[in-house]
């Protein structure tokens, strides 16, 4: 008897849904995917599901307020695995900068005097709120570590974000450093995984994967001199993916 394919979902939170966007948009590849999941809810796609049980729920965006925390709180609880999908999810991406601010100063600036009708919070990635199987960096991300990715869940066996930097990647690339260029380019401190993508397209690296676990500060800071490249600007774009690392985890 032929097993039944295990049942996914898509989910967005605060997000600019770019990452499912990037899985809808992979032609063929998806068609591979499909072959072997069913998936019960994808808002990008297909109109939407609802299915009590899930085996996979993917869950894009970062959390920002109570309503999210509960809705998170309940998929995790119907979901034998879940998946944080693209850089908001895993490490809290770009909306973590709100949290250089007071939410009450942001909601005043958004909502003027009617914010207390929006209540928000500091902005959390999804592991910080609830227990998180597997992860899936980059703004957006990159389709194939997600199919290394959805292989491993499927298999049963982890998966590891390389902890390596993506420089790695980038000279077995044979890339020209961005730094040859004068470009304050994140790679000697952010994690490895994507192939080193936007380098190989002519951009610098933004630092969307998340800091390596022990990144080589003294190095990284003797390439900054070398190159008159201030401290303080490269620190200002870390924040730009990276401020939720500085949250404590539930």
Not at 125 to 148: L, M, N, R, W
Not at 163 to 192: I, Q, S
Request: aromatic letters at 10%; proline letters at 4%.
């Amino acid at each position: 008897m032929k097993r039944p394919k295990p049942k996914v979902a898509f989910f967005d939170f605060a997000s600019c849904e770019g990452c499912q966007l990037q899985v809808a948009n992979t032609g063929e590849t998806l068609l591979d995917v499909l072959d072997v999941i069913d998936v019960v809810e994808f808002r990008e796609i297909m109109s939407e599901k609802w299915d009590r049980e899930l085996d996979i729920a993917i869950i894009e965006g970062s959390i920002t307020d109570h309503h999210a925390e509960e809705r998170l709180k309940q998929i995790r609880e119907r979901s034998r695995i879940l998946i944080a999908f693209g850089s908001c999810a895993a490490i809290g991406g770009v909306n973590g900068m709100k949290n250089n601010f007071d939410p009450d100063e942001i909601g005043k600036y958004v909502y003027g005097s009617d914010y207390h009708f929006f209540p928000t919070e500091k902005t959390r990635a999804v592991h910080q709120v609830v227990k998180v199987d597997y992860s899936v960096t980059g703004c957006p991300v990159y389709i194939p570590e997600f199919v290394e990715v959805l292989k491993a869940v499927l298999q049963g066996i982890p998966y590891y974000v390389p902890d390596y930097a993506v420089c790695v990647e980038c000279k077995l690339n044979e890339n020209v450093c961005m730094y040859e260029k004068r470009v304050g380019c994140l790679g000697p401190v952010t994690r490895a995984g994507c192939n080193s993508w936007c380098i190989n397209n002519r951009n610098m690296c933004y630092g969307c994967r998340g800091i390596v676990s022990n990144p080589n500060e003294k190095g990284a800071k003797d390439v900054l001199s070398r190159y008159n490249i201030p401290l303080d600007l490269v620190l200002k774009k870390i924040d730009m993916y990276n401020k939720c690392r500085e949250i404590k985890n539930e």
